[in-house]
C-alpha cells in the first residue's frame, strides 16, 4: 500500500522501525518503534483503504459527540461553553507547541502519530511531588501519574525534536481525530461514549481498552492536553476514562488548576512531521 510505503520510508529516514507484526494496514493501527522500544500509532487523516476494501474519510478536527457516537465538527469553536485549543494563553497553562503547524502537517502528511500507550516511566510514581523522571511510551514501564499539566508538556515535548519530526502533549485535534478513527476501524462505533474498564488504578496499563493498537483512551487515568478552558483559575485540561470515576468517558473534557496533580492523571504524547 502506497501509504504503508510512506510511512515505512519515514520511520527509516529518522530510525524507526514499522512493527510488522502488528498489522500494516492503516485500520489496524499501524505502529511504529524508535531505537529505545518506544511506540505510536499512526492515525490517518482523509481517505483510507481498510483491510476488507471499504473506503472510510477520517476529517482532521475537534469534535463532540452524541449518545450514540455521531461526531459533529466544532472547529476552532468554544465548546461546552469553555474549551478551546488557543495559540498562546495567558492562564499560566501550556498550549501547543505550533498547533498550526500540527493541523497543516496531518492534512498534508495524511495522518500523525499519537503514543500507543499512556506516558510510562521506568520509575513507579507514588506521590505528588516525586522527581521527573524521563517518559517513555513502553508497555512494560509504569504509567506516568502524578504530574501537572505543565510538567507533562514538558516532557513530552522533549521527547523529540529533530529536523524532521517533533512530539508535543496531545491536543484536541489529535484527541478527537483518534476517536473518530477508532470509531470507524476499531471494534467500538460508540468508543466516544466507552468509560473505563478498570477501576482501580492499572499501574501498567490494561489489555482489555485496545482499539486499532492504542491501548487506554477509555480507561486508566485521565490525560492531560494542550486544550485551555476559560475558566481563569482551572485552566488545564484533560481527557478520556478514569478509573476513579466511572462518569468520564473517552470523549470527556474537565480541567484543573495548573498546580493539579493525582494518582488518576497521566498524560500522552503525539509525534507529528514537520
Same mark, same amino acid.
Given at each position: 500500500?502506497?501509504?504503508?510505503?510512506?510511512? *515505512?520510508?519515514?520511520?527509516?529516514?529518522? *530510525? @524507526?522501525?514499522? =512493527?510488522?507484526?502488528?498489522?500494516?494496514? /492503516? +485500520?489496524?493501527? %499501524?505502529?511504529?518503534?524508535?531505537?529505545?522500544?518506544?511506540? @505510536?500509532?499512526?492515525?490517518?487523516?482523509?481517505?483510507?483503504?481498510?483491510?476488507?476494501?471499504?473506503?472510510?474519510? %477520517?476529517?482532521?478536527?475537534?469534535?463532540?459527540?452524541?449518545?450514540?457516537?455521531? $461526531?459533529?465538527? *466544532?472547529?476552532?469553536?468554544?465548546?461546552?461553553?469553555?474549551?478551546?485549543?488557543? !495559540?498562546?494563553?495567558?492562564? #499560566?497553562?501550556? =498550549?501547543?507547541?505550533?498547533?498550526?503547524?500540527?493541523?497543516?502537517?496531518?492534512?498534508?502528511?495524511?495522518?500523525?502519530?499519537?503514543?500507543?500507550?499512556? !506516558?510510562?516511566? /521506568?520509575?513507579?510514581?507514588?506521590?505528588?511531588?516525586?522527581?521527573?523522571? $524521563?517518559?517513555?511510551?513502553?508497555?512494560?514501564?509504569?504509567?506516568?501519574?502524578?504530574?501537572?499539566?505543565?510538567? !507533562?508538556?514538558?516532557?513530552?515535548?522533549?521527547?523529540?525534536?529533530?529536523?524532521? @519530526?517533533?512530539?508535543? &502533549?496531545?491536543?484536541?485535534?489529535?484527541? +478527537?481525530?483518534? %476517536?473518530? @478513527?477508532?470509531?470507524?476501524? #476499531?471494534?467500538?462505533?460508540?468508543?466516544?461514549?466507552?468509560?473505563?474498564?478498570?477501576?482501580?488504578?492499572?499501574?501498567?496499563?490494561?489489555?482489555?481498552?485496545?482499539?486499532?493498537?492504542?491501548? +487506554?483512551?477509555?480507561?486508566?487515568?485521565?490525560?492531560?492536553?494542550?486544550?485551555?478552558?476559560?475558566? $481563569?483559575?482551572? $485552566?488545564? =485540561?484533560?481527557?478520556?476514562?478514569?478509573?476513579?470515576?466511572?462518569?468520564?468517558?473517552?470523549?470527556?473534557?474537565?480541567? #484543573?488548576?495548573?498546580? *493539579?496533580?493525582? /494518582?488518576?492523571? #497521566?498524560?500522552? !504524547?503525539? &509525534?507529528?512531521?514537520?
Amino acid at each position: 500500500h502506497p501509504r504503508v510505503r510512506r510511512q *515505512r520510508q519515514m520511520c527509516i529516514r529518522d *530510525r @524507526f522501525k514499522v =512493527v510488522i507484526s502488528e498489522g500494516t494496514t /492503516v +485500520d489496524k493501527g %499501524i505502529v511504529i518503534e524508535d531505537e529505545s522500544g518506544n511506540q @505510536f500509532v499512526w492515525i490517518p487523516v482523509g481517505k483510507i483503504t481498510k483491510a476488507d476494501g471499504t473506503k472510510e474519510t %477520517i476529517e482532521l478536527n475537534r469534535y463532540t459527540f452524541d449518545s450514540s457516537g455521531t $461526531p459533529t465538527a *466544532r472547529n476552532d469553536a468554544v465548546i461546552n461553553t469553555y474549551y478551546q485549543e488557543l !495559540a498562546s494563553s495567558s492562564y #499560566g497553562n501550556t =498550549v501547543a507547541k505550533d498547533i498550526e503547524g500540527f493541523k497543516t502537517s496531518a492534512v498534508v502528511n495524511k495522518g500523525y502519530y499519537i503514543g500507543r500507550y499512556e !506516558a510510562r516511566t /521506568v520509575t513507579k510514581r507514588t506521590a505528588e511531588g516525586n522527581a521527573l523522571t $524521563p517518559v517513555t511510551s513502553k508497555k512494560t514501564d509504569y504509567v506516568y501519574n502524578w504530574v501537572t499539566q505543565l510538567q !507533562a508538556a514538558t516532557l513530552a515535548k522533549g521527547m523529540y525534536n529533530k529536523s524532521t @519530526f517533533t512530539s508535543d &502533549l496531545m491536543n484536541s485535534y489529535a484527541w +478527537d481525530t483518534a %476517536i473518530v @478513527f477508532i470509531q470507524k476501524c #476499531g471494534e467500538n462505533a460508540n468508543y466516544a461514549n466507552q468509560n473505563s474498564l478498570n477501576n482501580t488504578l492499572a499501574e501498567k496499563g490494561t489489555d482489555n481498552d485496545k482499539q486499532c493498537n492504542i491501548y +487506554d483512551i477509555a480507561s486508566n487515568t485521565v490525560e492531560w492536553t494542550t486544550v485551555t478552558s476559560s475558566s $481563569p483559575n482551572l $485552566p488545564c =485540561v484533560n481527557r478520556g476514562g478514569n478509573y476513579s470515576y466511572s462518569g468520564n468517558i473517552s470523549s470527556s473534557r474537565s480541567s #484543573g488548576p495548573v498546580n *493539579r496533580s493525582h /494518582v488518576s492523571l #497521566g498524560f500522552r !504524547a503525539t &509525534l507529528y512531521i514537520k
